[in-house]
């Protein structure tokens, strides 16, 4: 079955500066999608950025950019000129016929 | 990218009651799902949505407990049954966007108590 391991439950960064959230999964399949999403003290999910397996170019969403390595079953999430309100829990997730396998979570937190 | 509405927003219940959450989709969507978001926890599948037909549900959910529907390609129910306090719990429900990116949108989810 498949499985996505976030080991980092919580980190820091200081406010525009850069964090990386870490992500592996374990999978068997060939194509797939993977996702980060958001979500805030309100609760609401949202999707942060997304990867196609079968493309090599890392996906980029502004200040939002991962680092895909297929092979090692990684996918990171790094996040430039953090701001107060990337404040938020995130959750790495992977696609499986439609149906999203989450990781644990990694809470951020962001210092003025 | 499809807007999700959920009712209610939150409840609090007394044990053994049972309790039925709303999900509906500003268009018409191919899948929909049913997670549970226990407190400090990651989300967790319990069943997807079957237009038409019963609901596909994952290891440790049951119909029993957790009744769901779905009438057509805009709406579904999820009910939780003979609640107990390990249900307090975010009901999340979420739809598939039919693009070629397997994209899904959460509604703001369903706080549950139960005492």
């Known amino acids: 079955a498949q499985t996505v391991t976030q080991s980092q439950p919580e980190m820091s960064v200081q406010e525009a500066e850069t964090v990386t959230l870490s992500c592996t999964y374990d999978t068997s399949e060939s194509d797939y999608y993977l996702f980060w999403y958001k979500q805030p003290p309100s609760r609401q999910m949202i999707l942060v950025i997304r990867q196609e397996a079968y493309k090599q170019q890392n996906a980029t969403e502004n200040r939002f950019s991962v680092n895909f390595q297929k092979a090692a079953k990684s996918f990171s999430l790094k996040i430039s000129d953090s701001q107060l309100g990337d404040a938020a829990m995130y959750f790495c997730a992977y696609n499986q016929g439609g149906k999203l396998i989450f990781g644990q979570g990694t809470e951020l937190s962001v210092k003025p | 990218s499809a807007v999700i509405s959920q009712k209610p927003s939150r409840d609090i219940c007394q044990r053994g009651t049972s309790l039925t959450i709303q999900c509906q989709v500003d268009?018409?969507?191919?899948?929909m799902f049913w997670y549970r978001q226990q407190p400090g926890q990651s989300l967790t599948l319990i069943a997807t949505?079957?237009?038409?037909?019963?609901?596909?549900?994952e290891s440790g959910f049951v119909i029993d407990k957790f009744p769901i529907s779905r009438p057509n390609l805009t709406f579904s129910t999820l009910t939780v049954s003979n609640m107990s306090p390990e249900d307090s719990s975010i009901y999340l429900c979420s739809a598939r966007d039919s693009g070629s990116w397997n994209e899904q949108f959460f509604g703001p989810g369903t706080r549950l108590t139960v005492l």
């Open positions: 949505a079957n237009q038409g037909s019963e609901a596909t549900y």
């Open positions: 268009s018409q969507v191919t899948m």
